[in-house]
């Protein structure tokens, strides 16, 4: 399974874009990528999934250069309530395709 | 979207005993289920991954008689940790795919926190 690499904590304020960047050097040709958050002492939360290019929700964008060697989650004007750890996972989406967790990424977002 | 949901949510326990926790896909069938461990200030480890009517296959270092799984139907899986110690405290969550769902997303419950005296 690929390993992720992202920053470990990040600070922002409110209103400001957020990018958090992801490194997969050595994502497989069938892996998706998937970003989820995660508040304290609840569940991951389903953020976006991609494959290439550019996906982007009604909450985030997410941007995958052509070799996928890396991803960028982008979150627009966020507000305190997005202060959340932040994981990027690579995996296949297949039925049995398990997810391993990185260290993630802490967003802090400050008034 | 889909729901997977645990219970109990939390749960207290004496050294030595036994502690079941569920996890239910709510509107959708899970052949596969995944459970994990996260303790704090960290990142969720994965534990095993259980399979609808066979055996659970558990990650490396992984105790499978400790950490017993059953998943009977297509929406349930049961994590049972055997005499439970205070190391065993952590915070278990379970997941899903919808695997009717062509995105394949995973779907994460809320999770059950579990403290051992």
């Known amino acids: 399974l690929a390993k992720t690499t992202q920053p470990i904590s990040m600070d922002s304020y409110e209103g400001q874009e957020v990018n958090i960047t992801c490194s997969h050097n050595?994502?497989?040709?069938?892996?998706?990528i998937t970003w989820y958050q995660q508040f304290p002492s609840q569940g991951p939360r389903f953020i976006i999934q991609?494959?290439?290019t550019k996906v982007t929700n009604e909450v985030a964008s997410l941007f995958i250069p052509a070799d996928r060697k890396s991803s960028t989650l982008s979150l627009p004007r966020v507000s305190l309530s997005d202060t959340a750890v932040y994981y990027c996972?690579?995996?296949?989406?297949?039925?049995?395709?398990?997810?391993?967790f990185g260290q993630g990424t802490t967003l802090q977002v400050k008034p | 979207g889909a729901v997977v949901s645990q219970h109990p949510s939390w749960v207290i326990c004496k050294s030595g005993t036994s502690v079941k926790i569920e996890c239910r896909s709510l509107?959708?069938?899970?052949?596969?289920m995944f459970w994990y461990r996260q303790f704090p200030k960290q990142s969720l480890m994965l534990m095993a991954t259980?399979?609808?009517?066979?055996?659970?296959?558990?990650e490396q270092g992984v105790e499978k008689d400790k950490f017993l799984i059953n998943h009977a139907s297509l929406t349930l899986s049961t994590l049972t940790v055997t005499s439970a110690h205070p190391e065993d405290s952590s915070f278990y969550i379970c997941?899903?795919?919808?695997?009717?769902?062509?995105?394949?997303?995973?779907?994460f419950g809320e999770g059950s926190r579990l403290t051992v005296l």
């Open positions: 997941s899903a795919r919808d695997y009717t769902s062509n995105t394949g997303e995973l779907f």
């Open positions: 050595n994502i497989a040709t069938n892996d998706y």
């Open positions: 991609g494959y290439k």
């Open positions: 996972l690579v995996g296949d989406s297949s039925n049995t395709g398990k997810l391993i």
């Open positions: 509107d959708f069938q899970a052949t596969t």
């Open positions: 259980s399979n609808e009517g066979s055996k659970a296959t558990y």
